[in-house]
Nanobody
Framework: QVQLVESGGGLVQTGGSLRLSCAAS????????MGWFRQAPGKQRELVTS??????TTYADSVRGRFTISRDNAKNLHLQMSSLKPEDTAVYYC???????????????WGQGTQVTVSS
């Protein structure tokens, strides 16, 4: 069983900063890529940023230079968000591409989401 639990969301003023974290729990698997997605009201879920097991990162144009993704001990994911804007308001979801050690099966897991609200 794989679980992803996010933390760190909240309310912040424009220009402020927040740090999101995602902790993966369970055993018998390894994690390849991890990422952060977000979904604003009335909009589709979109990829914000991702990081591979090798440390390669991608960023959406809208957050590049303001957000920084990082991983530690292969199962914990973080998102440092700076210079926040009202348009960053959304529910942020952690995502992990998992490979099970015994079966070799791959599966994608999602966290429950954490609300980020940026006030103008």
């Amino acid at each position: 069983q794989v679980q992803l639990v996010e933390s760190g969301g909240g309310l912040v003023q424009t220009g402020g900063s927040l740090r999101l974290s995602c902790a993966a729990s369970g055993s018998g698997f390894s994690i390849n890529a991890m990422g952060w997605f977000r979904q604003a009201p009335g909009k589709q879920r979109e990829l914000v940023t991702s990081i591979t097991s090798g440390g390669s990162t991608t960023y959406a144009d809208s957050v590049r230079g303001r957000f920084t993704i990082s991983r530690d001990n292969a199962k914990n994911l973080h998102l440092q968000m700076s210079s926040l804007k009202p348009e960053d308001t959304a529910v942020y979801y952690c995502n992990a591409e998992v490979r099970f050690s015994v079966s070799g099966l791959r599966r994608t897991y999602w966290g429950q989401g954490t609300q980020v609200t940026v006030s103008s």
